[in-house]
Nanobody
């Protein structure tokens, strides 16, 4: 089982930036696709971005141009750089992992999950 630990959440003002980190304890890092999802209060969890071991990435259209996903193999860490944050980006952000290179947007395809990191954007 993969353990995922998110960090970097917090309270920021609209227009500011945050970078979330997710450190993975896994022996299959080079076979895994990592993803970020988010869940706002009272809403379902939704896809944000994913990246596979070949550094092919997919970013949801709702955040494209503002958010970017990357990974550092030496640290087994995936990042979500969030720029120009808006109040509607307020949510708990979850890191997820799956075996294989496919970049699915469905949470059902991911088998390992972190505990979540809270991001709050004030107006």
């Amino acid at each position: 089982q993969v353990k995922l630990v998110e960090s970097g959440g917090g309270l920021v003002q609209a227009g500011e930036s945050l970078r979330l980190s997710c450190e993975a304890s896994t022996r299959t890092w080079n076979e895994d696709t990592m993803a970020w999802f988010r869940q706002a209060p009272g809403s379902e969890r939704t896809f944000v971005a994913a990246i596979n071991w070949g550094d092919t990435a997919d970013v949801d259209s709702s955040v494209e141009g503002r958010f970017a996903i990357s990974r550092d193999t030496s640290k087994k860490t995936v990042y979500l750089q969030m720029n120009a944050l808006k109040p509607e980006d307020t949510a708990t952000y979850f890191c997820a992992a799956r075996r294989g290179a496919a970049l699915f947007q469905s949470e059902d395809k991911y088998i390992d999950w972190g505990q979540g990191a809270q991001v709050t954007v004030s107006s």
